[in-house]
């Protein structure tokens, strides 16, 4: 961090943490009632100094002392491969950009997308509360369900929809998201509050025929990976796997092949990282953080994946939520592969900086044998025009790291948000699916806020035609 932010908002809010506090910063100043409460019940700004003042005044006074006067390039860290900085020269070509209006509303609001292969269609919801199918061969959208609040995880099994809603979208301390069961054409909410529930994984993890269910729940302060389990009498209890904010994503795989399926998730907003939680037992796990990042990193997304093909399971990791209190370009966000030695010790093998980096997917897109990259930004350099917010890697060369990046037309611009891909046209190929997202919660140039505001579409296809 650059010196004005240690001094003026980073050690403001850590003194508050431990307890040490002056007139000039007040953690509670600016909220309402119920979320001054809420903020004083989760115990984390401590009403006690647990370090004297005089060693806090060291530890402050050194770390303003070092701190550099702004961020460069130099300032990248631990990263092996530097000089992938490079520049987009190339305009996609393997793609054709296909815009979507879900609504008629100028703007876009969505806050989940996803491809789903056994129907077909591309499943988007909103802040709204409505959920949609949309089918591109028929270019027909179908309006499913509509539960009156932001929605950010939606999983179809054969027979249930699990449908999960924010509660409050900004961050806050106040639990009141919540998890909505639709099964034979009735809706049910089940008997929990989750706390700003970002990503929800349905799945048997015991094989008893039960699925159960895995919610991060981000949180704000305080946030935790819970683990639903149902009981004999078909009610679901709940319990807490992880007892930190920040949860993001969970991915199920069995990763140390003892036939029993483990939970890898990624945590961010101060401890952040990415964990296995292997299972020891029937629905009992051991926790071990395979890899921690700096806590400035701004964590957004991880894939497991196979990258370099010998057999264990890789890492994809993204970084750069930058809608907090340090608004800045940060030369350490972007896209990190960590490549697995067969006994999940992950080292970083790859860095491509991008400035506010926020989702990936990685496929053979182009279908010669190694990983392509997609990645798009939410919080890019503004000063920087046309806006490099997307850049496809095309894999050149996959044992040296070697990737050609790739941008979209200078015709096509929107604020993108989340992303996923897959067939969506059926010809044999993979695609992807960008939504966009207009809701400010962080600073946008005028003129793009303007445009992107007055946007008509929601939704951008990226249609491969290698196969045409």
Same mark, same amino acid.
């Given at each position: 961090?650059? &010196?004005?932010?240690?001094?003026?908002? #980073?050690?403001?809010?850590?003194?508050? =943490?431990?307890?040490?506090?002056?007139?000039?910063y007040d953690p509670y100043e600016g909220f309402s009632f119920e979320e001054q409460y809420a903020m004083i019940q989760s115990g984390v700004y401590g009403a006690k100094p647990i370090i004297s003042r005089e060693d806090w005044q060291l530890l402050t006074d050194y770390i303003v002392a070092r701190a550099p006067d702004s961020l460069s390039t130099e300032h990248i860290l631990d990263s092996p491969t530097k000089e992938n900085s490079r520049g987009m020269d190339r305009t996609l070509t393997q793609f054709t950009p296909q815009p979507v209006a879900i609504d008629s509303s100028p703007g876009s609001f969505l806050s989940f997308v996803n491809y789903d292969p056994k129907k077909a269609r591309v499943i988007t919801a909103?802040?709204?509360? &409505? $959920?949609?199918? !949309?089918?591109? +061969?028929?270019?027909a959208l179908l309006q499913r369900f509509n539960?009156? +609040? %932001?929605?950010?995880?939606?999983?179809?099994? @054969? /027979?249930?929809?699990?449908?999960?809603? $924010?509660?409050?979208?900004?961050p806050s301390e106040i639990v009141a998201g919540g998890i909505h069961v639709l099964q034979d054409g009735s809706a049910k909410r089940l008997p929990f509050d989750f706390h700003r529930p970002v990503h929800t994984t349905v799945y048997d993890l015991n094989g008893n025929g039960? &699925?159960?269910?895995? #919610?991060c729940e981000f949180g704000n302060l305080t946030g935790q990976l819970s683990l639903l389990t149902k009981q004999n009498d078909?009610? !679901?209890?709940? =319990?807490?796997?992880? %007892? =930190?904010?920040?949860?993001?994503?969970? #991915? #199920?795989h069995d990763m140390d /092949?003892?036939? &029993?399926?483990?939970?890898?998730?990624?945590? %961010?907003?101060g401890d952040e990282g990415v964990s296995i939680l292997y299972q020891t037992g029937n629905l009992d796990f051991r926790e071990e953080q395979v890899v921690r990042f700096s806590p400035l990193y701004g964590s957004s997304w991880f894939e497991l994946l196979d990258y370099d093909g010998d057999g264990d399971q890789d890492l994809i990791t993204v970084h750069g939520d930058n809608g907090d209190k340090t608004p800045i370009l940060k030369p350490y966000h972007g896209l990190r592969i960590y490549l697995n030695d067969g006994s999940n010790q992950f080292s970083e093998t790859f860095f491509y900086p991008f400035y506010g980096a926020s989702r990936s997917v990685s =496929?053979?897109?182009?279908?010669?044998? @190694?990983?392509?990259?997609?990645?798009?930004?939410?919080?890019?350099?503004?000063g920087k025009r046309p806006v490099q917010s997307f850049v496809y890697l095309e894999n050149k060369n996959e044992d040296s790291f070697q990737f050609e990046p790739q941008g979209l037309p200078t015709t096509i611009s929107g604020r993108w948000f989340l992303m996923? %891909?897959?067939?969506?046209?059926?010809?044999?190929?993979?695609?992807?699916?960008?939504s966009c997202f207009t809701y400010s919660f962080s600073p946008v140039p005028v003129d793009l806020k303007q445009r992107w505001g007055e946007s008509d579409f929601d939704m951008l296809i990226l249609e491969n035609v290698l196969l045409e």
């Amino acid at each position: 961090m650059p &010196k004005h932010l240690w001094a003026n908002e #980073v050690l403001p809010n850590m003194g508050a =943490r431990m307890g040490i506090r002056d007139s000039t910063y007040d953690p509670y100043e600016g909220f309402s009632f119920e979320e001054q409460y809420a903020m004083i019940q989760s115990g984390v700004y401590g009403a006690k100094p647990i370090i004297s003042r005089e060693d806090w005044q060291l530890l402050t006074d050194y770390i303003v002392a070092r701190a550099p006067d702004s961020l460069s390039t130099e300032h990248i860290l631990d990263s092996p491969t530097k000089e992938n900085s490079r520049g987009m020269d190339r305009t996609l070509t393997q793609f054709t950009p296909q815009p979507v209006a879900i609504d008629s509303s100028p703007g876009s609001f969505l806050s989940f997308v996803n491809y789903d292969p056994k129907k077909a269609r591309v499943i988007t919801a909103d802040l709204r509360g &409505k $959920v949609f199918e !949309y089918d591109a +061969n028929k270019n027909a959208l179908l309006q499913r369900f509509n539960l009156g +609040n %932001a929605i950010t995880a939606f999983n179809q099994t @054969d /027979s249930i929809a699990y449908i999960t809603t $924010v509660g409050i979208l900004d961050p806050s301390e106040i639990v009141a998201g919540g998890i909505h069961v639709l099964q034979d054409g009735s809706a049910k909410r089940l008997p929990f509050d989750f706390h700003r529930p970002v990503h929800t994984t349905v799945y048997d993890l015991n094989g008893n025929g039960h &699925k159960e269910i895995l #919610v991060c729940e981000f949180g704000n302060l305080t946030g935790q990976l819970s683990l639903l389990t149902k009981q004999n009498d078909s009610i !679901y209890g709940k =319990r807490v796997l992880l %007892a =930190r904010p920040g949860a993001l994503r969970t #991915v #199920v795989h069995d990763m140390d /092949s003892d036939g &029993k399926d483990d939970i890898i998730a990624m945590t %961010a907003q101060g401890d952040e990282g990415v964990s296995i939680l292997y299972q020891t037992g029937n629905l009992d796990f051991r926790e071990e953080q395979v890899v921690r990042f700096s806590p400035l990193y701004g964590s957004s997304w991880f894939e497991l994946l196979d990258y370099d093909g010998d057999g264990d399971q890789d890492l994809i990791t993204v970084h750069g939520d930058n809608g907090d209190k340090t608004p800045i370009l940060k030369p350490y966000h972007g896209l990190r592969i960590y490549l697995n030695d067969g006994s999940n010790q992950f080292s970083e093998t790859f860095f491509y900086p991008f400035y506010g980096a926020s989702r990936s997917v990685s =496929r053979d897109f182009d279908q010669d044998g @190694d990983i392509d990259i997609a990645l798009i930004s939410t919080f890019p350099d503004y000063g920087k025009r046309p806006v490099q917010s997307f850049v496809y890697l095309e894999n050149k060369n996959e044992d040296s790291f070697q990737f050609e990046p790739q941008g979209l037309p200078t015709t096509i611009s929107g604020r993108w948000f989340l992303m996923g %891909a897959g067939d969506v046209d059926n010809d044999g190929d993979e695609d992807i699916v960008i939504s966009c997202f207009t809701y400010s919660f962080s600073p946008v140039p005028v003129d793009l806020k303007q445009r992107w505001g007055e946007s008509d579409f929601d939704m951008l296809i990226l249609e491969n035609v290698l196969l045409e």
